[in-house]
Every structure is written in structure tokens, then in C-alpha cells.
């Protein structure tokens, strides 16, 4: 019996795990269709992404260091169970950067020129939704 | 009626004073929220792509002036060679921007050889040989990618071999490389606004306490002890106010540091 319930616990386990990396990879495809469109702009989009969980009221916070001058898109995709997401950057100080913005349901980008070199930090939230998976991935120019 | 009148007034300041914090709130992050921020090593470090476009606002320089003479590309320690292949890396983003194939393909070797005794050469030996492809046609667009997906492909066959800490050593060697390569550029062809491009404060941080934070017998090595502290000089040298713009003679002091920790690196220990 015990050998039973070890063994139903095992495979929900690795069934949740694998709807989490099916969740990481569909938000990394959402997030990259979207930030194929700033590559026709001439943006060029970089390798590495940053994906995770989230929850509505828990924001989640990443340091990134840009180069003065260069512009960037920084583009966040989450999962169907979140409703609306946001995406923001802040300067080294913490205090918001003016941007461009574009959101729709599940993704959000922000674009913005680096008016120094040095670090900035970029805020996702999901304002609206249930805990998901997300994406995040930055082009340059 | 007057004590209906100021609750209501106070409610209204009350409501107005909350909605001002909250949006004080969304217009700035707390201190919580900075020292907590997440420092991840496929976004939070810039390529040497990043530094190339952006100095190349600044004016088309001849960058084939900065390749390097070939370093040994036989080393046993695994740090040094982790350190090397992150400075090779970087010497292949420099030899796209002088679109220099020759030098391409010898860096893809390179970096083929050298990767060797990490292995992680079986997971870089269809990019490398995808780069001497692209570097005969001459794509130049499609080599850079290339170079980053080498960097990740490192980076993830590292982590999955735990050697977490070799990550931090390529990328390391990497962006020492670029700093060595900006700042001599910048040494013989100064302009103040290109020069505000050396300003990268949170990366030498990041690199000095993840270095001391490592196990001693990644660190404890002769040539480790010399980088870690001419990093300490580095770090002094690119940190400055992001309105200031370093002198020629700034400039140069970062180039000659740079430089030194690039030819300990390269240096067989």
C-alpha cells in the first residue's frame, strides 16, 4: 500500500514538473515570436532568456547592465493562466525609465534607449491571473 | 453637519495621500526590491555584441588593430582553461567586427582545442564547425548569434556537469576581454562619449564576490590570486558617476589593468 502511494506520488510529481518545462517552453516560444518583430526593426535578439513562476501580487525582479546609447526591447510572455501581465525598467537609482510600452493579455514588452552605461533593473508582475509560468528575452540595437 | 463635513474631507486627503504613495510606489523600486533583484547568467551580463554596436555609434574602427597573437591553447588547469575560452569568445565577436574570416576560423579552432579537457567539446564542435562554415561565406550577421549560442551551449553544459564555477570563469575571461579591447581602442582613438561605455560598476562587483564566495580550489591558485587582485583595480577604474566621462589618462589606466589580468589569464600556469 505504501509502495502504492510512494510510487502515485512519484509520477504526479514528475507529470507537474513536466507541465512546468512544457509551460517554460510554450511562454519562451510566445515570447520570441513577439520579439521577432522588433528583428525586423533591426533588433537583434539575444540567446539567453530568464523564465520562472509567477503570481498575481509577486513581482519579479532581474538586473541587467546596458550599454549607453544602444536601444533595447525587453519582451515577457506567461503562460494561459495569466490574464494581463506588465513589464518595467528602472535605473541603477530604482526610479522608473520613460519607455515604450506595448502589452496584450499574455505578453508585454518595453523599449527604451540607455541614456547611461551601467546596471538597470527590469520588473515583471502579472496584475490579473492565476500563478503561471513566464518568459523573458531581450533584443538590441 | 460640520463633523460629517471633516470626515469626509479627511477621508478624501487620506485617499488622495494613498493614491500619491502608490504611485510614488510603481514609479520607484524599494530597497528590497534592488538588493534582491535576481542576477541571472544568460541576461544579466552583456555580450560582446552589445559593446560592439554600441560603439560602433560612435564611428567605424579598425578593429583588426586589436586582435592578439594567438594564446597557447593548452592549458590543464580546468579555471584557466574556462577563463581562455571566454576571452577566445570575445575574440571572435572582434574578428566578425573587422570581418576577418581567416581570423574566425582560427579562433573556432581555438576554441575547439582548448574546450577539450572541459568536456563540453562535443556540444561546441558543430557550432565551431558551423562558424568555419559562415566565416568562408562571409555571413557575418549569422556568425554573431552563432558566437552567443556557443557561449549558452558552454554555459549550459557546464551547469550540467556542476561546474557552476567554471560558468562564472567564462564569463569572466569574456568580458575582461571586451573591457581589454574597448579601452585600447579608446587609448589611441579617445572620444569622452564613447568613453562613458567603460562604465560597468555592478559587473566587477558581481565577479569579485562571486569569486570569493567560490570553493578554495577553484580560487587557490597563483594566477587566480594575481586576478582577483588586480579585479579589486578594475573595479575602482570603471566605477565612476553616470553622468562623469573618463579622461584619456582614465582611459589608459583601465586599458594597462585590463590588459595585465588578460595576460595572466592567457599565461600557462
Not at chain 2, 555609434?57 to 594564446?71: C, E, L, M, V, Y
Not at chain 2, 582548448?114 to 558551423?130: F, H, M, T, W, Y
Not at chain 2, 554573431?144 to 562564472?168: G, S, W
Not at chain 2, 588586480?230 to 573595479?235: A, E, I, K, Q, T
Request: proline letters at 3%; a negative charge; glycine letters at 6%.
Amino acid at each position: 500500500m505504501i509502495t502504492r502511494l510512494l510510487l502515485i506520488s512519484f509520477l504526479i510529481s514528475g507529470l507537474a514538473i513536466a507541465a512546468t518545462e512544457d509551460q517554460q517552453i510554450a511562454t519562451r516560444r510566445k515570447a520570441l515570436e513577439l520579439a521577432g518583430a522588433f528583428a525586423n526593426d533591426g533588433f537583434k535578439l539575444r540567446d539567453g532568456h530568464w523564465s520562472g513562476s509567477i503570481k498575481t501580487g509577486e513581482a519579479k525582479v532581474v538586473l541587467v547592465n546596458l550599454y549607453a546609447g544602444n536601444e533595447y526591447w525587453f519582451t515577457v510572455a506567461a503562460g494561459p493562466e495569466a490574464k494581463k501581465v506588465s513589464i518595467k525598467i528602472y535605473d541603477e537609482q530604482g526610479a522608473l525609465v520613460e519607455c515604450d510600452p506595448y502589452a496584450e493579455s499574455t505578453t508585454a514588452a518595453a523599449g527604451f534607449t540607455a541614456a547611461a552605461s551601467g546596471p538597470y533593473y527590469i520588473k515583471i508582475e502579472e496584475t490579473e491571473g492565476d500563478p503561471t509560468a513566464f518568459c523573458l528575452v531581450y533584443s538590441y540595437k | 453637519m460640520t463633523r460629517r463635513f471633516l470626515i469626509l474631507v479627511t477621508a478624501s486627503m487620506l485617499a488622495g495621500f494613498l493614491t500619491s504613495v502608490s504611485a510614488q510606489n510603481a514609479d520607484q523600486l524599494t530597497k528590497e526590491e534592488i538588493s534582491n533583484a535576481e542576477v541571472v547568467d544568460h541576461i544579466s551580463f552583456p555580450i560582446p555584441g552589445e559593446l560592439f554596436t554600441a560603439l560602433d555609434k560612435h564611428g567605424k574602427p579598425d578593429w583588426s588593430a586589436q586582435f592578439r597573437t594567438p594564446i597557447a591553447a593548452i592549458y590543464t588547469n580546468r579555471t584557466q582553461i574556462a577563463l581562455n575560452l571566454g576571452g577566445l569568445i570575445a575574440d571572435g565577436y572582434l574578428a566578425v567586427e573587422a570581418q576577418d574570416g581567416q581570423q574566425v576560423k582560427n579562433i573556432a579552432r581555438d576554441i575547439k582545442v582548448i574546450s577539450k579537457p572541459l568536456g563540453v567539446e562535443q556540444d561546441l564542435l558543430n557550432r565551431a564547425n558551423s562558424i568555419i562554415d559562415f566565416a568562408e561565406k562571409g555571413n557575418w550577421d549569422t556568425l554573431t548569434e552563432e558566437l552567443e549560442a556557443v557561449q549558452n551551449e558552454v554555459v549550459i553544459a557546464m551547469l550540467q556537469h556542476q561546474d557552476k564555477e567554471l560558468v562564472t570563469m567564462v564569463m569572466l575571461g569574456g568580458w575582461v576581454r571586451g573591457t581589454e579591447i574597448l579601452s585600447s581602442h579608446l587609448s589611441t582613438h579617445y572620444k569622452p562619449e564613447a568613453a562613458k561605455l567603460l562604465r560597468q560598476p555592478k559587473i566587477v562587483d558581481f565577479f569579485v564576490k562571486r569569486l570569493a564566495d567560490m570553493p578554495k580550489k577553484v580560487t587557490n591558485s597563483s594566477f587566480m590570486n594575481k586576478i582577483r587582485l588586480s579585479l579589486f583595480d578594475l573595479r575602482k577604474a570603471v566605477t565612476f558617476p553616470n553622468e562623469a566621462i573618463p579622461t584619456a589618462e582614465e582611459v589608459k589606466k583601465i586599458a594597462e589593468i585590463a590588459a595585465n589580468i588578460s595576460n595572466i589569464i592567457a599565461t600557462k600556469e
